[in-house]
């Protein structure tokens, strides 16, 4: 990428001026508030919000090792997946180039947004196609979506092919790591200085257990985030959810990981002696994907036993697979006694 981010940023979003919040005026966290036209009795929730997130972005700085300029915290990656489109992308006029299959946000936004998104398949081992990606852009083209590990296929993309892809493309690139804390390599959000044309995604969705909160991160250069914060609407994440995520932040997640990882090779493992199971994909992620024959009778004959996977069959490349979620030990073992029942029935065809 040879230009300024900036430049990339639709005309009106560079123009903006944003909503000035009582709270923005005013730095100091002591005094006596007469600003925001609150009700001034104390019940835990009568204050607004800090829109800047000061404190959370510092616990966060810390468990990531990036500085708070670098991070952007909304409500959920949902939210940062719109405020890309939002920024960078003029309806109608602007494209995305999207990896497929993939997580089905970067197209529902982009329908929203009414911006023309071009699907290119993963190759057929479900690696990152570099140079079809590239080959898909016009000078139309923003913003390149990629998630690494991928949903639903599991795997991550090789760090070098990802490097060629910032490298090689003017606009902006967006990578999705909502699974980075299961996979076995690291991320980007350590080379953001090197690719200021980078923006990487993370959630505390997965890993961190908060999905019920809506927590989501986006990290990139200082620029790009201040413009996200200039966009997003400036209560975006609201006190309850604050103070959760601070207290949640505080636990120790390894082990947990390491419990879903060990349960993912037991699944796996499992898995392989199944004769209804034709592939059991690479994993870098809490959750495997499996190919069988026909994905809507093994999906309906989990469901009759109370487990629900996700069926996605009807994905491109992804014909007889479905996605499994790595669960508790006790819902590993309920998942592993039904399959063995629908395998002993499938064998009996
Ligand atoms: C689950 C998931 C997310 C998380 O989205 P949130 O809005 O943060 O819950 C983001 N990207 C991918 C690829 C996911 O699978």
């Given at each position: 990428m040879k230009q300024d981010p900036t430049t990339l940023f639709r005309a009106n979003i560079a123009a903006l001026t944003p909503y000035s919040t009582a709270r923005d005026e005013y730095e100091g966290s002591l005094g006596v508030f007469l600003d925001a036209n609150e009700n001034p009795n104390e019940n835990g929730y009568n204050r607004y919000p800090d829109p800047r997130q000061t404190e959370l972005k510092k616990k966060l700085s810390k468990i990531k090792g990036i500085a708070p300029e670098h991070i952007f915290t909304g409500n959920g990656s949902d939210e940062a997946i719109d405020l890309c489109y939002r920024v960078f992308c003029t309806p109608s006029v602007d494209n995305v180039v999207a990896i497929a299959p993939s997580y089905g946000m970067y197209t529902v936004a982009a329908a929203i947004n009414d911006v023309e998104v071009r699907e290119v398949l993963l190759n057929e081992d479900f690696s990152l196609p570099v140079d079809r990606l590239l080959a898909a852009t016009d000078t139309?083209?923003?913003?390149?979506?990629?998630?690494?590990?991928?949903?639903?296929?599991?795997?991550?993309?090789?760090?070098?092919e990802i490097v060629r892809l910032i490298k090689s493309f003017d606009g902006i690139v967006v990578l999705d790591e909502a699974y980075i804390d299961f996979?076995?390599?690291?991320?980007?959000?350590?080379?953001?200085?090197?690719?200021p044309n980078l923006i990487v995604l993370q959630t505390l969705s997965k890993a961190w257990g908060m999905a019920g909160l809506r927590f989501g991160l986006a990290f990139a250069d200082k620029r790009i985030i201040s413009m996200f914060n200039r966009v997003k609407y400036p209560y975006n994440i609201n006190v309850a959810a604050t103070r959760l995520v601070g207290e949640l932040l505080e636990c120790d997640i390894e082990s947990q990981v390491e419990?879903?990882?060990?349960?993912?090779?037991?699944?796996?493992?499992?898995?392989?002696?199944?004769?209804?199971?034709?592939?059991?994909?690479?994993?870098?992620?809490?959750?495997?994907?499996?190919?069988?024959?026909?994905?809507?009778?093994?999906?309906?004959?989990?469901?009759?036993?109370?487990?629900?996977?996700?069926?996605?069959t009807r994905m491109p490349l992804c014909e007889g697979c479905v996605r499994i979620t790595i669960g508790t030990h006790t819902e590993n073992t309920k998942l592993i006694e039904s399959l063995e029942k629908y395998d002993a029935q499938w064998q009996q065809k």
């Open positions: 139309h083209t923003k913003l390149i979506f990629i998630c690494s590990p991928n949903n639903p296929t599991a795997n991550s993309f090789d760090r070098t996979a076995e390599q690291k991320g980007f959000i350590g080379d953001l200085e090197k690719y419990e879903i990882k060990h349960e993912r090779t037991r699944l796996m493992e499992f898995a392989q002696t199944l004769k209804c199971i034709k592939d059991i994909y690479p994993s870098d992620a809490n959750f495997v994907l499996v190919r069988t024959d026909n994905a809507d009778a093994l999906y309906n004959a989990l469901l009759e036993d109370g487990i629900i996977v996700r069926n996605r």
